[in-house]
């Protein structure tokens, strides 16, 4: 079974870059579809993309395409979000997840505990 | 914005039956994308109930099922518990410029 260990929470600076990381135990990540998911405080959840072994490529939230990048590091077997510019509309608690993807869509499970990040000065 | 349009709310006593809607359009449900539920429970990460459109992982109570037809699906849970009350997510794929995967508005749903 696989299990999915996200980064610590994290303080960010506003017009700074956001940084996370999550572990992937139980499993290979040589496989699925690796993806961040978003849920601001009270709210709810907000796709941001994920991330194809095969091939490294990527789909993103058109809301969010032109400030994250999605990478994947097969030797830790992690995969990582990046997410520049950063306001105080980021502030959300972020999840990884697995993605279980065909023609019709894609779903995800299982998902990470979160990690709460605050962007503030 | 969301494109999947859910009630905010529902509410149910121990027991009943309660059904969640997650209206959608043509360029996502409407044109054939597999609808996915969630169930977040306070302070939880969201699990998938329902995956396809009717397909329910293993570990998941058979008291929860889904239906999808035309441009919306619905979510049923068949004897309401105390442990059901959670926010619940639609999910689905989207042709249209917002695209591509997009979760629904959230139903909390409450037992009474």
């Known amino acids: 079974q696989v299990q999915l260990q996200g980064s610590d929470p994290r303080l960010v600076r506003p017009s700074e870059t956001l940084s996370l990381t999550c572990t992937v135990s139980?499993?290979?990540?040589?496989?699925?579809?690796w993806a961040w998911i978003r849920q601001p405080p009270g709210k709810g959840l907000e796709y941001i993309g994920y991330i194809y072994y095969t091939g490294g490529g990527t789909t993103y939230n058109p809301s969010l395409k032109s400030r994250a990048t999605l990478s994947v590091d097969t030797s830790r077997n992690q995969f990582s979000l990046k997410l520049n510019s950063v306001t105080a509309a980021d502030t959300a608690l972020y999840y990884c997840a697995v993605g279980w993807g065909n023609s019709k869509g894609t779903y995800f499970d299982p998902w990470g505990q979160g990690t709460l990040v605050t962007v503030s000065s | 914005q969301s494109v999947l349009t859910q009630p905010p709310s529902v509410s149910g006593a121990p027991g009943q039956r309660v059904t969640i809607s997650c209206t959608g359009s043509?360029?996502?449900?409407?044109?054939?994308?597999?609808v996915h539920w969630y169930q977040q429970l306070p302070g939880a990460a969201p699990r998938v109930l329902i995956y396809g459109n009717t397909h329910r992982p293993s570990g998941v109570s058979d008291r929860f099922s889904a239906s999808k037809s035309g441009a919306s699906a619905s979510l049923t849970i068949n004897g309401l518990q105390a442990e059901d009350e959670a926010d619940y997510y639609c999910?689905?794929?989207?042709?249209?410029?917002?695209?591509?995967?997009?979760f629904g508005t959230g139903t909390r749903v409450t037992v009474l």
């Open positions: 043509d360029s996502n449900i409407g044109g054939g994308s597999d």
């Open positions: 999910q689905a794929y989207d042709r249209g410029p917002s695209g591509p995967e997009f």
């Open positions: 139980g499993g290979s990540i040589n496989s699925n579809y």
